[in-house]
T-cell receptor, first 113, second 110 residues
Framework: DTAVSQTPKYLVTQMGNDKSIKCEQN?????MYWYKQDSKKFLKIMFS???????INETVPNRFSPKSPDKAHLNLHINSLELGDSAVYFC????????????FGPGTRLTVL | KNQVEQSPQSLIILEGKNCTLQ??????????LRWYKQDTGRGPVSLTI?????NTKSNGRYTATLDADTKQSSLHITASQLSDSASYIC?????????FGAGTRLTVKP
């Protein structure tokens, strides 16, 4: 069984649209994360959720909003998509805090046209 | 300037050879330093994790070292295999924050 899963794997959409990416982990971890990896392969953390509370928000535009219905899910909703949002988005989880090993999902490649 | 610098940016070696990847950081103090392997089109996978007080950690053919005095870490890969072709990312954790290096792209050729 996949430990951290994301859907969809690929997402192609027009500028200005609103889209969501879903993430689920079955590891029983307390903390989940969203990362953005740009074309230069640089990973940047966007959000971190611990027990349904946001504990990191790295100057991400408010068009991006994480939503955590429960400890096992952290979805990423993006409003008014822009060309610069095109990237690969990774979800991850760790047992308690960012000091623990993180397990990454397979990524979602978002292309904004 | 990024607080975690990795070198080289890319590296090509022949199968069976050893190689060493470097990570220099400026953040201090830190909770831990990690090396991840990221295959093309996949999410990163943790290779090693070291706390401030550790100076070496092995995981099979991968050995990471840490020199807290010089703020340097290295990842040594022994007897490389074609499957080692990937990006290797150094990550330094400070409290609840993380600083990522840009990665080294390793290509192992037959």
């Amino acid at each position: 069984d996949t430990a951290v899963s994301q859907t969809p794997k690929y997402l192609v959409t027009q500028m200005g649209n609103d889209k969501s990416i879903k993430c689920e982990q079955n590891l029983g971890h307390d903390t989940m994360y969203w990362y953005k990896q740009d074309s230069k392969k640089f990973l940047k953390i966007m959000f971190s959720y611990n027990n349904k509370e946001l504990i990191i928000n790295e100057t991400v535009p408010n068009r991006f909003s994480p939503k955590s219905p429960d400890k096992a899910h952290l979805n990423l909703h993006i409003n008014s998509l822009e060309l610069g949002d095109s990237a690969v988005y990774f979800c991850a989880s760790s047992q308690r805090t960012s000091r623990d090993t993180q397990y990454f999902g397979p990524g979602t490649r978002l292309t904004v046209l | 300037k990024n607080q975690v610098e990795q070198s080289p940016q890319s590296l090509i070696i022949l199968e069976g050879k050893n190689c060493t990847l470097q990570c220099n950081y400026t953040v201090s103090p830190f909770s831990n330093l990690r090396w991840y392997k990221q295959d093309t089109g996949r999410g990163p996978v943790s290779l090693t994790i070291m706390t401030f007080s550790e100076n070496t950690k092995s995981n099979g053919r991968y050995t990471a070292t840490l020199d807290a005095d010089t703020k340097q870490s290295s990842l040594h890969i022994t007897a490389s295999q074609l499957s080692d072709s990937a990006s290797y990312i150094c990550v330094v954790t400070i409290s609840n924050d993380m600083r990522f290096g840009a990665g080294t792209r390793l290509t192992v050729k037959p």
